[in-house]
């Protein structure tokens, strides 16, 4: 016993840097696998970024033929409904050529004269309230 304290007393100094070098090689474990976690992470956060551009592409992709398409229909109507819209409007300026047609088909004076039916027909009717300037009147129930 004595000789392990004889030792003792003339190693104590190696011991502070003992503990020393084994905390720095711990921390040096320690930062290595830190490291090895967060390129693993950053590796995973890259391919779902790779994986989210490929799909924003592939959704503007779909977007574009859909917009594509709609137009396509669109037009189509269009060009369905064109026959139909002459045939109407030729028509009508073929029937207003006509004694019939002339004298139903009047002109500005006709729609003048349609106002002025309107203002006599409901000459008789109670003027509107004064809008949001009037309060409400409570309800007596």
């Known amino acids: 016993m004595t ?4 030792l003792l007393r003339r190693f104590w100094p190696a011991i502070p840097v003992l503990l020393l070098a084994l905390w720095a090689a711990r921390l ?5 696998g830190y490291r090895a976690d967060l390129l693993a992470e950053r590796s995973a956060r890259q391919l779902d970024a ?14 574009a033929t859909r917009q594509a398409q709609a137009t396509a229909t669109y037009a189509d109507r269009l060009a369905t ?4 819209i002459l045939h109407s409007t030729n028509t009508v300026r073929e029937y207003a050529q006509t004694a019939a047609g002339r004298a139903v088909c009047l002109g500005a004076d006709r729609v003048r004269g349609i106002d002025a039916l309107d203002a006599s027909l409901f000459a008789d009717d109670p003027a509107r309230a004064g809008g949001s300037e009037e309060e ?3 309800d007596p129930h």
């Open 136 to 138: 409400v009147p409570a």
């Open 28 to 32: 040096d474990q320690l930062r290595a």
């Open 81 to 84: 409904r064109e026959p139909i």
């Open 50 to 63: 790779a994986n989210g551009r490929a799909a924003l592409a592939k959704a503007e992709g779909s977007y």
């Open 3 to 6: 000789a392990a304290l004889a």
